[in-house]
């Protein structure tokens, strides 16, 4: 009996082990397939991933010509301000030139004026002085004249000689 226990115990291990490489076989077939499966999972992500980053550098590249141009764009701009600036400073200038040309010509004007009524109202002619041209001196001399048709009339023989600084041109 002992035989037939230890053949049974025998066969009984050899299913035993029958049994566990069978499972051992369809664990690790199950095991292949989990590995196939996270694999092909693994590769499409990685795919995406670098579609994905693809896309990102395009992006990249289309945002950093982007930036040249708006550069560029900026450069332009600065230029055409600062050249604007400068046209607006030399116009300044012109019209403070101007200014006192003008201010100026109404003072010889005002001078003329008083030399003229001076003139009509002696009766022996006088010659006209100019004075110094400087700015500060007319700047203090105000003239308060009026030269009525009336007084021209009464001495229409006088002639006046215009003196040589309202001739000039400054």
Partial sequence: MLEKEELSDSIEEKNNWFLLANQL?????????????????LEKKQHSQDTLCQEQQAKILALEAQVTAL?????????ISQNNYQQLLHANRQVQELKIRLFRQQRFTLRYKAALKNSLNSESFMTIEPWENSLEELNQISFNVQVSPESYQQHPQKSLELPSFLMEDK
């Fill in 25 to 41: 076989r369809q664990q690790n077939l199950e095991l292949v397939k989990t590995l196939v499966s996270l694999e092909e999972s």
């Fill in 71 to 79: 550069e560029k764009e900026l450069l332009k701009k600065e230029e």
